[in-house]
């Protein structure tokens, strides 16, 4: 049984937490169950496949029709215990509902994972920015913790996709460039950027931070962890910050400043 300090560490909605008290009495079909909470059928079926995905119900076919069912209790404690100690890196872990807003958080540890998060970057549209702010002390760590060969395989997609990253930095960050050999330089060079350059001062941080879609994605390459963030409000109002500090930065044209930094080594 779900008690209600269960149903806290689960972070669910409203809507979710009537769901998964009426399927701990018996299993029931997403038409009787949309009856008993009062809710649309379709909005039930949403929210059965969100829960079953987190591993908290199960779905059974008998004859031409699907059940759902809580999982048993073994299997219950399992989940919350992963979710108690943050143990399970690639899950939702928190659902908050602020009105009529829900927001999700999820959390990826370690260089696997993260390569999972920056997958969801490459799921923007063709020709639609991705917005972000990247931190002097975090583009050195970067290069060492994710190899180069993950780099240029995500660095053409980029460019295949149409994908444009917009953002800004430290003036000192363009330092980083010029350590890096020709092959690692033409893999940054003719992809969709708009850049610009704030005072170092402003950019002493070890974090890196992406805005797209609905999502707000901070990076620790420190310590090898992404906290992602689904709400739509959190995303514009970073999104609406970062073009404040751009009017406060220096643009820059990169695929110039890459040109002239290879050809100057010719």
Do not use: C
């Not at 943050?86 to 927001?103: C, M, W, Y």
């Not at 295949?160 to 980083?176: A, D, R």
């Not at 620790?220 to 709400?231: A, M, P, R």
């Not at 514009?236 to 643009?251: D, L, P, Y």
């Amino acid at each position: 049984m779900f008690t209600n300090k269960d149903l806290k560490i689960l972070g669910l909605s409203a809507s979710e937490n009537e769901i998964l008290k009426a399927l701990q009495k018996k299993p029931y079909s997403p038409s009787f169950l949309a009856e008993i909470i009062k809710l649309p059928r379709t909005t039930v079926t949403f929210l059965l496949n969100k829960l079953k995905e987190r591993g908290l119900i199960e779905k059974s076919k008998v004859g031409k029709r699907f059940f759902y069912k809580t999982v048993a209790k073994t299997e219950l404690s399992y989940i919350l215990r992963k979710i108690s100690n943050h143990l399970d890196p690639n899950a939702a872990l928190f659902e908050i509902t602020v009105g009529k807003r829900q927001s999700e958080i999820e959390i990826y540890k370690g260089k696997e994972k993260m390569k999972e998060a920056f997958h969801k970057v490459l799921k923007v549209n063709r020709g639609n920015r991705v917005y972000g702010l990247q931190g002097n002390k975090s583009i050195e760590k970067s290069l060492n913790k994710i190899e180069w060969d993950f780099i240029y395989k995500y660095h053409n997609t980029l460019k295949k996709k149409g994908i444009i990253m917009e953002g800004i930095s430290g003036e000192n960050s363009l330092k980083m460039f010029e350590g890096m050999s020709n092959k690692q330089l033409k893999s940054h060079l003719e992809r969709l950027t708009v850049i610009y350059l704030a005072p170092d001062e402003f950019f002493d941080f070890d974090l890196d931070i992406l805005v797209f879609q609905n999502i707000v994605m901070m990076i620790n390459y420190d310590e090898e962890t992404i906290l992602l963030i689904k709400d739509s409000k959190i995303q514009e109002t970073m999104q609406k910050i970062i073009a404040f500090m751009e009017t406060h930065s220096r643009k820059i044209d990169l695929n110039t400043y890459l040109r002239d930094l290879i050809n100057k080594r010719i």
